[in-house]
């Protein structure tokens, strides 16, 4: 399944409120690393309450990049 696949169905974004942020080094299935966990709040047209995940990992560079992203 391919993010768009699961994204669009959704519609467009009516708001979208950060409530968790959180900095780690571990996460379940994953490498050691630096990471971070962003978890909004969001109203879709066509879904009215929905959580979005969104995992970034910083590479070696310094850059961060996203690792996961989930809909629940």
Do not use: C
Not at 47 to 68: F, Q
């Amino acid at each position: 399944m391919t993010l768009k696949s699961v994204r669009d169905p959704l519609g467009d974004v009516v708001s979208r409120d950060l409530f968790h942020d959180q900095l780690t080094t571990t996460l379940p299935g994953m490498p050691d690393g630096s990471y971070l966990v962003l978890r909004y709040v969001t109203r879709f047209a066509n879904k009215a309450h929905a959580v979005e995940s969104i995992t970034l990992m910083k590479e070696s560079e310094g850059t961060w990049r996203v690792a996961g992203y989930f809909i629940k």
